[in-house]
T-cell receptor, first 111, second 114 residues
Framework: QKEVEQDPGPLSVPEGAIVSLNCTYSNSAFQYFMWYRQYSRKGPELLMYTYSSGNKEDGRFTAQVDKSSKYISLFIRDSQPSDSATYLCAMSEGGGFKTIFGAGTRLFVKA | ETGVTQSPTHLIKTRGQQVTLRCSSQSGHNTVSWYQQALGQGPQFIFQYYREEENGRGNFPPRFSGLQFPNYSSELNVNALELDDSALYLC?????????????FGPGTRLTVT
């Protein structure tokens, strides 16, 4: 079993839709949870960063962490064609420990 | 742009050869991490360097080695290349090893082993 599981998609939605992206994990020691966006032929770009459980909102993006269920989510409101990319969840125990990434979900937002 | 650069952009090598990939971090960033990203997969942690010392390592064999220099540049060396080493190699720099929310990735080097 992988430490972090993420549905690879692809996920195709119309412009303006609400997108829900999810990851599950098995390591209860994870405390730091990140979402990265990766465009084709580019390196990952940090979107959201959350410590422990709870919600965090930044513009059209909301990250949720449920440590009791070992489940994290990223919601994108009013999705745009420019949001079309691969979204990677990532987690770490912190304190300089390695970051573990999910496989990434490919998202296509159709105009 | 993140201010992190990598060279070369693409590289083709033959099985058994050795390769050196280079990364230039943002000025002042004393931590660099290297990742391997196979096609359709997320990045896998290879190792991290903090102030020129290895600070942690993932499940990669010793033929993967690295160096970090005082001028914020670093190298990833891979010996005895195997076909499965074909991947995108990413470096990420941060101001400090604990500042995970400030980890900036370079565009990567795509390595093809034939």
């Amino acid at each position: 079993q992988k430490e972090v599981e993420q549905d690879p998609g692809p996920l195709s939605v119309p412009e303006g839709a609400i997108v829900s992206l999810n990851c599950t994990y098995s390591n209860s020691a994870f405390q730091y949870f990140m979402w990265y966006r990766q465009y084709s032929r580019k390196g990952p770009e940090l979107l959201m960063y959350t410590y422990s459980s709870g919600n965090k909102e930044d513009g059209r993006f909301t990250a949720q962490v449920d440590k009791s269920s070992k489940y994290i989510s990223l919601f994108i409101r009013d999705s745009q064609p420019s949001d079309s990319a691969t979204y990677l969840c990532a987690m770490s125990e912190g304190g300089g420990f390695k970051t573990i990434f999910g496989a990434g979900t490919r998202l296509f937002v159709k105009a | 742009e993140t201010g992190v650069t990598q060279s070369p952009t693409h590289l083709i090598k033959t099985r058994g050869q050795q390769v050196t990939l280079r990364c230039s971090s943002q000025s002042g960033h004393n931590t660099v991490s290297w990742y391997q990203q196979a096609l359709g997969q997320g990045p896998q942690f290879i190792f991290q360097y903090y102030r020129e010392e290895e600070n942690g390592r993932g499940n990669f064999p010793p033929r993967f080695s690295g160096l970090q220099f005082p001028n914020y540049s670093s190298e990833l060396n891979v010996n005895a290349l195997e076909l499965d080493d074909s991947a995108l190699y990413l470096c990420a720099s941060s101001l400090d090893r604990a500042l995970l929310d400030e980890q900036y990735f370079g565009p990567g080097t795509r390595l093809t082993v034939t």
